[in-house]
């Protein structure tokens, strides 16, 4: 496998593609027809933004966790965890960027440093390295 590609939901694709290109620096592969879909990519990581008709579809991971009863508020319901080579330079790009970050950066039980955004969906992107 060479490259993963991911597809949310949106409610507005022209926010998301500003999001995504301005805010965490992925670059522009294609915009459909309205805009209703468009693919975003930063280096093998592929995000596709999907507008439906109706309104009421977005749905990050959090929502069915918290809607179950998870022991937690959703928190840890990740939309994608992307492995990167420096989580703390990545931290501190986004954070000059003005990126809302929901857990800074830090060293976890499970042997990785990692932090994660929120984007203006509600999906929740952890971006992490293994702390060797």
């Known amino acids: 496998m060479k490259r993963v590609g991911i597809q949310w939901i949106v409610k507005d694709v022209k926010h998301s ?8 620096g992925f670059s522009i592969d294609f915009v459909g027809e ?5 693919i975003l990519s930063r280096d093998n990581f592929s995000v596709m933004l999907r507008k439906l ?18 022991h937690t508020n959703g928190k840890e319901a990740w939309d994608a965890y992307i492995w990167v080579d420096n989580a703390d ?12 970050i929901i857990k800074p950066i830090e060293n976890t039980d499970y042997g990785n440093r990692d932090f994660e955004i929120e984007d203006p969906d509600g999906y929740i992107l952890c971006f992490g390295h293994h702390n060797s």
Do not use: H, T
Not at 17 to 24: A, K, V
Not at 34 to 38: C, I, L
Not at 53 to 70: L, S, T
């Open 89 to 100: 330079r990545l931290f501190d790009e986004f954070k000059a960027k003005g990126v809302s």
């Open 34 to 38: 309205g805009p209703k879909f468009a």
């Open 53 to 70: 008709d109706a309104d009421n579809y977005v749905r990050p991971n959090r929502i069915p966790f918290i809607e179950a009863g998870w």
């Open 17 to 24: 593609i500003d999001f995504y290109s301005n805010q965490l």
